[in-house]
C-alpha cells in the first residue's frame, strides 16, 4: 500500500474516530513557534497557522471482537467434577470471573486450552467427551483474535498512546525507564501463546499484568505527539519558504542583508534547537517503535480493522514526521542557491 493510499484511507476511516487539533505553536512548542515567527518576519509574510493532525486511539466501542457461541451446560459441567478443568471453569463463571477484565478472561481461556485435553481422556461418556472436545476446538479457533482484542482493549496500551506533550527535557528523560523491557516481555508472552504453548504460572501472569501496568507510563504518545508538531510546525515554515523562492527573495544570486538575517535564524533557531531535538527524538523513535511494529505485527492479523487502519494511519504520519526536517532543509539550501549563501550542513 503506498503513503498516498495510507494517508486517502486514514482519512477516511478516522473521520470519526480521530481528532484534529488546530493548534498555535505555543501550546506545541515554543522553540517551533519563536522559529516561525522569526521566519515570517525576516521573509516579510504573515505568520501562517499550525495545523496538527493527531490521529486519537480508536474507542473500545468499535473495536470488535467476533467469536463463535461457545459454552458447556450444568449437566456437561457437573460430568467433569473429577478434572482440573471443572475448577477453571468454576472460576470463570464466578461473580468475580463475570467481571474479569480482557486480560485476565484470556487467562482463564489458556488454562480451559490446558487442563482440557486431560479431561477428555477421563471421561467415558463419549456424548460428554465429543461436546467437551467441540468447546475446546472453539476455544481454541477463538484464542488468538481474544488474544488481541484482550491486548488492544486493554487501558493500558489506549494510555500508551495518549497524546501529551512532552516535558521540556524529553526524549533525555523519560517517564518510564522500563517501557522497552515491558514490551519485551510482553512480546515474548504474545509469541509463547501464538506459538499455542498455554501453560502460564502465576507469577507469569503477573509478571505480564506488571507489565502492561507500567505500560501506560510510557511514553509512545508523548513521542507521536512531539514528532506531529515537529512535522505540523516545519510545514508551515516550508510555505514561508516557498513563498520567498517563487516571490525572490533574491534576485540575483548575491547575498543581501535580509538573505543574511534569513541565514542567521536558520543558524540560531532551526539547527541549533529545531534540527538538534528532532535528532534525540528520531533517536528514540528508533529504539521504541521496533518494538512496538514486532508486537503489533504479531496481534494485527486477529485484530479488529478499525485498529489496523489507526496503526497504518499512524504509521504514516511517523515517516512524514521523520522525513519533514530533511525536506525543509532542502528547501533552505534551495533559497540559500537563490541568494548565493553557503549552508553549513549537508543534505542528503
Known sequence: MSLATVNQFGFK????????FFLSACQRAKDHEEYISRLAR???LDKPQIKGIYPRFPEKRILKLQTQTNTISIKSFLGMRDCKLHLVLAERNSLLGRVATPSQRLFNDLKILHTGPEC???????????????YLLNKRQDLFPSLAHAFFTQDEYRAFWRATPASKTYPDFLPSESTIDDLKLINAKVSKILNEDFVFLDDENSALEQALG?????DAGQLFYELTTHHASLEAANTLIET????????KPTPTQQARYFQNV????FIEKIQTKMVALTKRYWQLMPHIDELEGRLLPYADKNLTAWIQYRNSLFKQALDSTKKHARL????????????GYQVS
Not at 120 to 132: C, F, G
Not at 214 to 218: E, N, P, Q, S, T
Not at 266 to 269: G, L
Not at 332 to 343: A, D, M, P
Open 120 to 134: 477428555i481422556v477421563k471421561i467415558e461418556d463419549e456424548k460428554l467427551k465429543n461436546q467437551l472436545k467441540t
Open 214 to 218: 507500567r505500560l501506560r507510563h510510557g
Open 332 to 343: 533552505i539550501q534551495q533559497l540559500y542557491h537563490q541568494c548565493g549563501l553557503e549552508s
Open 244 to 251: 520567498r523562492l517563487k516571490q525572490k527573495l533574491c534576485l
Open 13 to 20: 476511516v478516522f473521520i470519526v474516530l480521530s481528532i484534529v
Open 266 to 269: 536558520i543558524n540560531k533557531f
Open 42 to 44: 525576516v521573509l516579510d
